[in-house]
């Protein structure tokens, strides 16, 4: 049975994803940090679901939960890095501490929490790395640069990674989705989502669930590495 972290999943994409991959057999351990009554939720509606709370832009909280699943599972088959923030503001405005903050939560935490995993999957020389990353890190965003900085960030070190890991049958890859309908986007309206959807070629914005099923699909799969999939219904197509 393989085990597989998932960062940031009491809600949203995270969320869908631990609940796909538990479904498909996975033993799945859910990373939270502050959303505790939702893992508590998710736990109780899928008992096989195993819960942690650390915050994965914190190296030694990081340290601890991967010797918790190494000592209780004795490895980790799939790191999925979906942990992140979103904030806009403009450019001009950004201060310091906004940065950082950003830039800890969303690329950080991915480097920190990877880095981490990695001595065990290359001890038994096999592993898939999965991170989510976003089409404004290919695409870029007015009033989200300090976003798309960090989510452009991951996917170059998903490729970097892929030809480093690759002699050791590591395979990295990179979802970038497009127009989710999660909470992250609740800032929209319901007129803004009905202009995405019809600038949209395949007329919606996307679910959670489309997120999942490509996942599950990475796992699988044995050739695909370095890889930048966005998901986006022909949104942006690059």
């Not at 109780?44 to 190296?59: A, F, G, H, Q």
Request: overall charge negative; glycine content about 6%; hydrophobic content about 40%.
């Amino acid at each position: 049975m393989k085990v597989v972290l998932v960062t940031g999943a009491s809600r949203g994409i995270g969320r869908e994803i631990a609940i796909e991959l538990a479904n498909k057999g996975y033993k799945v351990i859910a990373n939270y940090n502050k959303s505790e009554e939702r893992a508590l939720q998710l736990k109780e509606e899928n008992p096989s679901i195993d819960i942690y709370k650390t915050d994965v832009s914190e190296r030694e909280e990081v340290k601890q939960m991967i010797q918790y699943i190494l000592n209780r599972y004795e490895k980790i088959d799939v790191l999925i890095n979906n942990a992140g923030i979103a904030e806009a503001n403009i450019f001009t405005d950004v201060t310091d501490q906004e940065w950082d903050k950003m830039i800890k939560n969303n690329l950080y935490s991915v480097f920190c929490t990877t880095q981490e995993v990695l001595p065990c999957m290359i001890h038994r020389k096999e592993g898939c790395i999965i991170n989510i990353s976003s089409i404004f890190g290919i695409v870029g965003a007015s009033c989200e640069s300090i976003y798309s900085i960090s989510k452009a960030g991951i996917d170059a070190m998903t490729k970097s990674l892929a030809k480093e890991l690759g002699p050791s049958n590591i395979r990295v890859n990179s979802i970038a989705p497009g127009m989710i309908d999660t909470e992250m986007n609740n800032n929209l309206t319901i007129e803004d989502k009905k202009n995405i959807a019809e600038e949209t070629p395949l007329g919606r914005i996307g679910k959670t669930s489309d997120i999942a099923k490509c996942i599950n699909w990475l796992i699988e799969d044995e050739f695909t590495t370095g890889q930048i999939i966005s998901i986006n219904g022909g949104w942006v197509i690059t």
